[in-house]
Structures are given as structure tokens and as C-alpha cells.
């Protein structure tokens, strides 16, 4: 008989010598079967959207390493992308692909089975420590600021209709293709990069390797939540799955928001008061909301807003790991992979940070760690070479849409978390030398790109702004040390010191902080719309034509980024995006476009594939010029909109152009005088 018990009843279930199941092996085949039951519950009933929800909080549910409901959303979440990322590889050979009830049974019989195993099944008591009633202040206070970030966020969104909220990333160009894989992922049901046969009839076969071989991680969990979605809704439409995707994005930009404020608090130390923490979450929340992070959100950039959250997560628990190794371990290993299938760039931070904890934990003293470092690096090693497959040597020298960093604002932000490591004697700190490495890694990968750039082409570029952008985030991480700034001060003393920072930042932005405004403000107050002309155009279009209608559909009806930007949504929804590259030259009206005259159209409506539908409304729309080697076209002063009339007077306008191929091809070419929403 074991101590503490009189019962002669072990923990293995067996009484008294008689074989038979236990207690705790009762719990594990009932939870196995409500595994099974609820999912075949919920899907007659059109509540299958509620299977994410139930996943997530048996996710929380199983958590030990965490003090409160903050600490286990975030780690759950965390966990539950990177186990969705590698779970994606068996489900791309699994002949059920995407149905909710299997793929809901599934993610519950796992956690059932982990509960079990690990006696997270056992309802034992917790009882409230004094650690544990310090932090719910604190706890709540991260809650309330993240609400605040939400609530902020979620403005000119919700003030949209689909069109104003599509416009907004439809503007950085990218967000069709995250919506082409997103959407035949969904289709097809696993990554394209292990079936990228599955893609060619959607993408020409040029772009079939680059997209095939894009990082899909967060496009195969959008593809599983949207048919949770739609199972709910019945809406399968390219419209309402586009608007899931939208509303996706925006919840991944709250992730990240979640994520950085709670590894403030985490960095700051768990006895840290609500008034120490205010003003320091005042301050990485206005960067959030008013500074870059929200332009990666508003010209839709899901894959990189994904990516920072797992390495805001990784930063805190590097600086802070969890009190138990093996949920540690199993913690940061998936945030590894979720790197690893979300934005590769950032896994060289990521591991590096990693070998940090790995090395003060001495994790090589247990078998399990080499065998965990194994398989993580073996799975991890998937996004890379996938990755450098689809680029050629100079991706990281190439250009791109995104909003240049602003240069000034991150200098400040570095020093501040410089000063709040060492402030008051930090080093002497683990958690503060860890916080400095942190900052020293993301700070030379972003110093180093820089200077590779610099010496081969002359500036900064695209992918520099992403490491700034990882810079900025393990920054704000770090802000928690300044909980220790002036101890002895009160809070709205500290408040008043940092309102400055957010004035500041407010008032203010672009690449050397002189564009008035911050880019936040401009968002929040509408100034900043995106295309939503052009997005609108194109769910018009798609709403007439859902499939495409046996053509490429080409939008003529307005400006040229408006006619540009539509119909490459139109393509993306219509999945006809095969069909967008012959005509993007042509209407492409930036500087790697040409200046394009009536025999370039004629041309490729000629060698076009299908037939060419195009879409016309405004009299005075017109494109052409004359001669494409000396255009004329009216003067356009930099950063203003280009009128409607930007061909050559002399070339015929869009509709006399579309009209004349009409008569000239007549079974190859068809009109549609379309009323747009933004006439």
C-alpha cells in the first residue's frame, strides 16, 4: 500500500490485484469519445465554427507551465500553430482532406490522448499563492491594453464594407496571392508544395515553382478555419471567402498584438504591480496601433504577422522559459516550425535565440532533447528549402510594396530597450542577459542585411524592412525591464513620462519620421483607403462571372492602378490568375511598366489563350499612347493620384479601344458596360 492511501487503490487503477480499468483510464475513453460525438453533433446543427473554440480551450486546459488565462491563450495559441503546421503534412495525404468533423475529431482525440498521458485529465486543485494573486492585476491590466489595441484595430475595418476592407491590402499587391493559396489549399486540402500539380491549372507555369514553394503554414490554418466557416454560414462564394480571409488577417495582426504586450509583461517578472506596468504597455501599444507593425497589416502581410508573433512568443520564453522543461521544450519547438512554415527569414533568429535557453537549460543532459532537436530541425528545415527552391541567389536584393520602415522612431525604440536591459544593474539578471541577446541577434541580422544590400546595390530594400520589422518586435519585448525605471515614482508621474513617446510617435512618420501624421492615425481616421475602387471592381466581377465565365476578365473602367489592382483580384478570385501576367504589363502603370499603344492590345488579345472580356464604364478612361517610346501623357506631380485620362489623347480611349477589338474578334472578344460600385 502506498503511503497516503488506505484504500489499497494504486495510481495504475488496479484494485487489489483484479485487472480493470482505472479511473484515469476511464476519463481517457470518455474524452476519446466526446472527442467523436461533439464534431457529430455540431455538423448537423451548423456549429461546426464552434470546433476551433472548443480546440483552443482543451489547448489552454492542458497548460501547467502557465499562472492565468493570459499565459495559456497565448501559449495555446502558439502551440496550436505549429502543431497545425505539422499536422498539415499528414493531412495533404489524407484522403479526408479538410472536413470539419474529421479534422475537429482529430485535434480533439490528440489532446485527449496528451491529458491522459501527461494526468492533465486529474482535477486537482490549485491553490491561490500569493505569486498567483500578484499577477492577476497585472494579468488583467494586459488583457484591458490589448482590448484597447483591438478596439483601435478593428476601426476602419469595421466602419467598411467588403470592398473597403479587401481595398486596404489589395493595395500591397500580395494579398491575391495569399488568397490563391489560401483558397485552392482549401480546394485541394494540404500544401501545394508537396502536390504542386494541384496548382498548375490556377497559376502559369513560370510562377508554378515561386508559388507552389511560398511558405503555407498560415495559408493551410486559414484554408482549415475557413471551412469551419463556411460549414457554419453555407456561404462558399468568392466573396464570402475572400471576406473570411480579410477578417483572418486582422485577427492574426490581434495575435501579434496579444503576443508582444504579453511578453512585456512576462519580461517584466511576475511581481511586477499594474502601476509599474501601465505606462510601459501604453507605449508598446501606441507602437503597434499608430507605428510600422500596422502597416504590415494594412498592406496585408499575413505570413510576416504570423511569423513576429511566434517570435515575440520565443522571445519571452527565452527570457523567461516555463517552469517545466518538457512544456518548454515542446513550446519552443513549435514555434521553431511555426517560423519555419510561416516567414523562414526570421528562423535564423529564431534558432539563434533558441540555442540560448537550449544552452542554459543543458538540454543535451536528457535523451529526449537530442531527440527533439532532431526532429525539430529536421521539420523546421521544410520552410527554408521550400523556400530558397522558389527564389533565385539574389531574393533578399529585391524590391517590394511595403512601407519603408521609419528609421528615426526605431533608433529611439532600440535605445529604450537597450536602457531598460541594463538599467539599475540588469545584467546582473539572466533574464536581462538573455533580453540583451535577443536584441544583439535581431539587431545584427537587420545590420548585416543592410550592409549586404548597401554594397551590392546601392540602398536598403524590401527584405531590410522585414528585419527591421523583427527588430522593432523583440524591441518591444523587451520593454519590460523599464518596470524597474525610477522605483520609487508613482504611476501618473511614469504615465506623464511616457506620453511624450506616444506623442511623438503620433504626430509623425515615413522613412525619416517627416511625413506628418503617423501612419496608424492615418488608417484609423480613413485617410489611408487603400484601393477600394479596385476591390470592389473586382468582386463586382467575380460576382457576375464567378468561374471566370471561359475568359480573362480585364478591367477597364477606371484609373490605371484601379483598372491594374481589380483585375488582378478579379483574377485571384475567379481563379483564373493563370491568365493575369500576359496583361499586367499592359496595365501596370508604375515605372516597370510600359507605355502600352493599340497594336500591344491587339497583340494580346490575339495571343491570348481564351477569350478577353473586357469590363468598360467611364467615357473618358483611356490607357494608350501613340508611340511607346515617346509617350504622351498628361504630367502627374509624385505622390499625386493619376487621372483617369492618362493614355494619349491621340490613342483611342478604353472603351473605343475595347469596341474596335470587339468588331475585329468578334467571337473572341465581348464588351461588358458595367455599372461599378465607385462609378
Not at 476511464?26 to 476519446?32: E, F, Q
Not at 512568443?313 to 522543461?325: D, E, H, I
Not at 527554408?384 to 529585391?398: R, Y
Not at 525604440?413 to 536581462?432: E, I, K, N, T, Y
Amino acid at each position: 500500500m502506498r503511503p497516503g492511501t488506505d484504500d489499497g487503490v494504486s495510481d495504475g487503477g488496479a484494485t487489489n490485484g483484479r485487472a480493470g480499468l482505472g479511473p484515469r483510464a476511464v476519463r481517457a475513453v470518455i474524452a476519446l469519445g466526446l472527442a467523436w460525438v461533439v464534431p457529430l453533433i455540431t455538423h448537423p446543427l451548423r456549429l461546426d465554427v464552434l470546433l476551433p473554440f472548443l480546440v483552443l480551450a482543451g489547448t489552454m486546459a492542458i497548460q501547467r507551465g502557465a499562472t492565468g488565462l493570459v499565459d495559456r491563450f497565448v501559449l495555446a495559441c502558439a502551440q496550436l500553430f505549429g502543431a497545425a503546421c505539422v499536422f498539415g503534412l499528414a493531412m495533404t495525404m489524407w484522403p479526408g482532406h479538410l472536413k470539419p468533423t474529421l479534422v475537429a475529431g482529430f485535434a480533439l482525440s490528440a489532446l485527449a490522448l496528451i491529458a491522459a498521458a501527461t494526468g492533465r485529465l486529474e482535477l486537482a486543485p490549485r491553490p491561490a499563492t500569493p505569486a498567483r494573486r500578484t499577477r492577476r492585476p497585472a494579468d488583467a491590466l494586459t488583457a484591458l491594453a490589448t482590448a484597447a489595441v483591438a478596439a483601435i484595430t478593428l476601426v476602419p475595418y469595421v466602419a467598411r464594407d467588403l470592398g473597403g476592407r479587401l481595398g486596404l491590402p489589395l493595395a500591397g499587391e500580395d494579398i491575391a496571392r495569399h488568397y490563391l493559396l489560401y483558397d485552392v489549399i482549401g480546394r485541394t486540402g494540404g500544401y501545394l508544395f508537396m502536390r504542386p500539380e494541384a496548382l498548375r491549372p490556377f497559376v502559369p507555369d513560370e510562377e508554378l515553382n515561386g508559388i507552389a514553394n511560398y511558405p503555407q503554414g498560415l495559408h493551410f490554418a486559414y484554408a482549415v478555419l475557413g471551412r469551419f466557416v463556411a460549414s457554419t454560414t453555407g456561404q462558399t462564394s468568392a466573396s464570402a471567402a475572400v471576406d473570411v480571409m480579410v477578417w483572418l488577417l486582422v485577427g492574426t495582426f490581434l495575435l501579434l498584438a496579444l503576443a508582444i504586450l504579453w511578453a512585456v509583461r512576462r519580461i517584466a517578472g511576475p511581481g511586477t504591480s499594474a502601476a509599474r506596468l501601465l505606462p510601459v504597455l501604453l507605449v508598446a501599444g501606441a507602437w503597434l496601433v499608430l507605428g510600422d507593425p500596422v502597416t504590415i497589416l494594412s498592406r496585408g502581410y499575413p505570413n510576416e504577422l504570423a511569423g513576429l508573433a511566434c517570435a515575440a512568443v520565443l522571445t519571452a520564453l527565452v527570457v523567461r522559459p516555463l517552469p517545466r522543461l518538457g512544456e518548454q521544450t515542446v513550446t519552443v519547438a513549435l514555434l521553431l516550425v511555426g517560423l519555419s512554415f510561416s516567414y523562414p527569414l526570421f528562423l535564423v533568429y529564431g534558432g539563434v535565440a533558441a540555442l540560448w535557453w537550449i544552452r542554459h537549460a543543458r538540454l543535451w543532459r536528457f535523451w529526449w532533447g537530442w531527440l527533439a532537436a532532431a526532429v525539430v530541425t529536421l521539420i523546421a528545415a521544410i520552410g527554408p528549402l521550400t523556400a530558397a527552391s522558389a527564389s533565385g541567389g539574389s531574393q533578399l536584393l529585391l524590391n517590394g510594396t511595403a512601407r519603408v520602415v521609419d528609421r528615426p522612431a526605431t533608433l529611439v525604440l532600440l535605445g529604450l530597450a537597450v536602457f531598460a536591459v541594463l538599467l539599475r544593474r540588469g545584467m546582473r539578471a539572466p533574464s536581462h542577459r538573455a533580453a540583451l541577446f535577443a536584441l544583439a541577434v535581431a539587431f545584427t541580422l537587420a545590420a548585416g542585411l543592410g550592409l549586404y544590400q548597401t554594397a551590392t546595390i546601392g540602398h536598403p530594400v524590401y527584405y531590410f524592412d522585414k528585419l527591421l520589422h523583427l527588430l522593432i518586435v523583440v524591441c518591444l519585448c523587451a520593454l519590460g525591464g523599464l518596470v524597474r525605471f525610477l522605483p520609487g515614482v508613482g504611476v501618473a508621474l511614469r504615465v506623464a513620462i511616457a506620453l511624450p513617446i506616444v506623442a511623438g510617435l503620433a504626430v509623425a512618420g515615413g522613412e525619416w519620421h517627416t511625413t506628418p501624421v503617423a501612419p496608424g492615425v492615418k488608417l484609423a481616421l480613413g485617410k489611408d483607403r487603400g484601393s477600394p475602387e479596385a476591390a470592389r471592381d473586382a468582386l463586382l466581377m467575380s460576382r457576375m462571372f464567378p468561374d471566370g465565365g471561359g475568359a480573362v476578365n480585364v478591367d477597364l473602367m477606371g484609373s490605371p492602378w484601379r483598372n491594374w489592382s481589380a483585375t488582378l483580384g478579379a483574377a485571384a478570385l475567379q481563379h483564373n490568375y493563370r491568365y493575369f501576367p500576359a496583361w499586367s504589363g499592359l496595365l501596370y502603370p508604375g515605372s516597370a511598366g510600359k507605355a502600352s499603344t493599340m497594336d500591344d492590345l491587339d497583340r494580346l488579345v490575339r495571343e491570348s489563350p481564351v477569350p478577353v472580356r473586357f469590363f468598360v464604364h467611364d467615357p473618358e478612361a483611356s490607357l494608350l499612347v501613340v508611340d511607346g517610346d515617346k509617350p504622351h501623357r498628361p504630367n502627374v506631380r509624385p505622390g499625386q493620384p493619376l487621372p483617369v485620362a492618362f493614355g494619349d489623347p491621340a490613342a483611342p480611349t478604353n472603351i473605343a479601344a475595347a469596341r474596335a477589338l470587339a468588331a475585329k474578334y468578334p467571337t473572341k472578344v465581348q464588351v461588358v458596360y458595367a455599372t461599378p460600385a465607385n462609378p
